[in-house]
């Protein structure tokens, strides 16, 4: 069964501050996508990764696929109010299968 | 706006109905995915079809069923319905061999 865990469940900081979010799995990905999701909203596509050792910036976004395509991880520098949401991985391998989620605060 | 649109937004009903959920994908997009969202389970994947055929099978209860009209928006019926069916279903679409999924605004469901 393919399972992709996601660490820290909750996560609040201040403004201003830096964080990482991790996705893991035993299983090898051909792709992985990151999704924010808004209280109220639907999840809405951040970014696909699919090369092993991909290295993918949003803005204050920095997204990693990890070397063997088990395992991502997302880095936020100088969080913002407006970050906050709940961050999901996602892929699409033999399963399609979301982690259950960061939930992220950032307070003001 | 991710032009995929769900309805209705809201649905309060009584234990033991019968609701259908509807989504309409974006344009041209052949893909649709069912999802329910409850705040202990995360975002767990129900069916999806691709062009009128059901394409992939989640955890869907057999209570739950789906299916994918000509004009491609799909429809989700839920019957016999019990307290824990309480949840945000979404629906989401993709366009053909790209796996990024556009998602609406959802249903929330409240079985009371």
């Known amino acids: 069964t393919q399972l992709l865990e996601q660490s820290p469940q909750f996560l609040s900081i201040q403004e201003g501050e830096n964080l990482t979010v991790y996705c893991n799995s035993s299983?090898?990905?051909?792709?992985l996508q990151w999704y924010r999701q808004e209280p109220g909203e639907g999840p809405v596509l951040l970014v696909t990764v699919v090369t092993g050792g991909e290295v993918k910036k949003l803005k204050r976004l920095t997204f990693q696929f990890g070397d063997a395509r088990k395992d991502s991880s997302l880095h936020i520098t100088a969080a913002q109010p407006g970050d906050t949401g709940l961050y999901l991985c996602e892929t699409s391998g033999s399963r399609l299968t979301f982690g259950e989620g960061t939930q992220l605060t950032v307070n003001p | 706006d991710s032009g995929v649109t769900q309805t209705p937004k809201h649905l309060i009903t009584a234990t033991g109905q019968r609701v259908t959920l509807r989504c309409s994908p974006r344009?041209?997009?052949?893909?649709v995915y069912w999802y329910q969202q409850s705040l202990d389970q995360g975002l767990q994947f129900l069916i999806q079809y691709y062009n009128g055929e059901e394409r992939a099978k989640g955890n869907i209860l057999e209570r739950f069923s789906a299916q994918q009209f000509p004009d491609l928006h799909s429809e989700l019926n839920l019957s016999s319905l019990e307290l824990g069916d309480s949840a945000l279903y979404f629906c989401a679409s993709s366009a053909r061999g790209v796996n990024i999924q556009y998602f609406g605004a959802g249903t929330r469901l409240s079985v009371l």
């Open positions: 299983s090898v990905f051909s792709s």
């Open positions: 344009s041209g997009d052949l893909s």
